[in-house]
């Protein structure tokens, strides 16, 4: 059955927050019809739907589902042995595309939510789909600790930010946060090579090298994927990168099919650790879905040597051949 959890992450700074909160918890846990709750909170029954969206909008309301269809579960066990995986999570695909990254993403806040624990060391990548993973991690106070960016970050900040994604992941863990203070994209190889060499970039490196558990998703290589929409690339790389062979990028590393990293200029121009770099790490966790990604998440998966899949079923059926 179904699980609904409502949870009160801090005090509200304002009126609506507290009106949000209230209509949550009525809703929720006191099971009480919208219209109900209109009534006894003297508003319309417009703005209970409005106050309960917006609660669920900012991670105030999480809902968890502890049951799966028997097609999720076939898929599941399938992907696990054909691609050779260790776990596989399958959720129902949206009706709506545009919903992938906010499904695959609950699934993998609730998956990386049951598998920290204290002193443990969590490299993290970016993108919509982890943007949205931490609406479904509750606040928690974990000892020792870390969270690792594994990649540099956007000048023009926002929340799909790789350092916005780590930062606010290790407030809900209550742990330290190691970022690498560097723009994702730099001008020239040589510069690249040079900010490698400084101390602080070097530790977090070797930091890298020694997680217990790497969250990361994928991109396809598309107008609107999330490195050409959100300016780090410009368009205009779209058709050479294509020539060069890249179906996707892992961590902002292009890659073709067979995972290996393109040759082309970018790939000499990202401060970001390697897809090589990580497959030491023995838990390496890739949340992507979408039907339009299937090729995309082969190939990170072959990249990065990740053992455990978090994807929809149209994902998992272009996945599987069907």
Known sequence: MPRTQASRLGEP????????????????????TQEKIARIMKVSRVK???????????????????????????????????????????????????????????????????????????????????????????????QQVSVISLLGGMTHSRAVNPSAVARRLADLLGADCYQLTAPVFVASEATRVSLWKEPGLHELLARARQLDLALLSVGDV?????????????????????????????????????GRVVDHAVSRRVVAVGPEELRRVPRIVIAAGGRRKVVAIRAALQATGARVLITDQAAAVGLLGR
């Not at 700074?13 to 009480?32: F, K, M, Q, S």
């Not at 709506?96 to 993998?108: E, I, K, P, Q, Y």
């Not at 959100?230 to 099919?257: K, M, N, T, W």
């Open 48 to 142: 209970v739907i409005r106050l309960l969206a917006a609660a669920r909008e900012s991670g105030v309301v999480r809902i968890r589902i502890d049951a799966k269809g028997s097609e999720q579960v076939a898929l599941e066990r399938r992907l696990v042995r054909e691609l050779g995986l260790q776990e596989a999570i399958v959720v129902p695909s949206p009706a709506d595309d545009r919903m992938v990254a906010s499904v695959v993403g609950h699934a993998a806040g609730t998956y990386l939510a049951d598998q920290v624990h204290d002193r443990m060391s969590i490299g993290v990548g970016w993108g919509s789909t982890l943007s949205m993973s931490l609406k479904a991690i509750g606040a928690r106070n974990c």
């Open 222 to 258: 598309r107008e609107d994927a999330t490195l050409f929409r959100e300016g780090l690339l410009p368009r205009s790389q779209l058709a050479s990168l294509i020539a060069a062979g890249a179906v996707g990028d892992v961590l902002c590393h292009f890659v073709d099919q067979r």
């Open 13 to 32: 700074a304002t009126a609506l927050a507290d009106a949000g909160i209230r209509a949550a918890w009525l809703y929720y846990v006191e099971g009480l």
